[in-house]
């Protein structure tokens, strides 16, 4: 569900900005990159057995 | 570089972003290897890759069209890096079928590197900026349309695999298919 939100929010950002809202399309771009990357931390769980 | 021999450039990167996406498609579908919450999130970083060409195409090559795609490939690295280091160590399989002797996501770490470097060269020929826009080519718009069309198949694949809640670290059936 929430990749499936993130897909359709990148695709109207796409769809705005070809109709002529580049600036939606900019603002909903960042939003849903802020969107990802706090997705990614809430699936970025299991520890690393690494040493670096 | 000419405006106009931007455009064709960014309407080629969203070509081979298509053939990124499809070629998730074809594993997914064809070999029935259901992508996992980062492989999504890898895709999800692809999709917002194509942002800026779009709007590159459409508006004209700008800068802060391709500082968006450079945001969006730092994601896109975030995620392929974890998960090439999720099974770094000897003896673990991996995720998936390898593809050339590499697993999708570690390509998809090569790839995100790759699109920040060209974006880079790209960058380097300030005449793009100040030429006149003019109506994007028939092959950019079809380029344009081709994505949008890839990304709204991803988010129906990703609805049928996920349904209504947080997808699963190992998904093995599309739960609203109920497969």
């Known amino acids: 569900m929430d990749q499936t939100v993130l897909f359709l929010f990148f695709l109207i950002a796409m769809l705005a900005g070809w109709f002529g809202g580049r600036r939606v399309a900019v603002t909903l771009f960042l939003f ?11 699936h970025a769980t299991s520890a690393l057995t690494l040493s670096f | 570089m000419t405006a106009r021999a931007a455009v064709l450039l960014n309407a080629l990167s969203l070509y081979a972003l298509a053939l990124v996406l499809l070629l998730g ?5 064809g070999w029935y290897e259901l992508p996992c919450p980062l492989c999504l999130l890898q895709r999800v970083a692809f999709v917002a890759l194509a942002v800026g060409p779009i709007l590159n195409i459409r508006y004209g090559p700008r800068p802060s069209h391709y500082a968006l795609s450079v945001l969006a490939a730092l994601v896109g690295v975030t995620a392929s890096v974890r998960q090439v280091m999720l099974h770094v160590l000897p003896g673990d399989k991996g995720y998936g079928s390898p593809i050339m002797g590499l697993h999708f996501y570690t390509w998809a770490a090569l790839l995100f590197l790759l699109a920040i470097a060209l974006v880079a060269i790209v960058m380097l020929f300030d005449r793009q900026f100040a030429d006149a826009h003019s109506p994007p080519p028939a092959l950019a718009r079809l380029a344009v ?20 809640a947080v997808c699963p670290e190992n998904p093995v059936r599309y739960l609203l298919l109920g497969g």
């Open chain 1, 32 to 42: 849903t990159l802020v969107l990802s990357v706090a997705d990614y931390f809430h």
């Open chain 2, 25 to 29: 498609f074809y594993f997914q579908l």
């Open chain 2, 145 to 164: 349309w081709l994505v949008i069309l890839l990304v709204a198949a991803n988010a129906v694949s990703t609805l049928l695999e996920c349904g209504f």
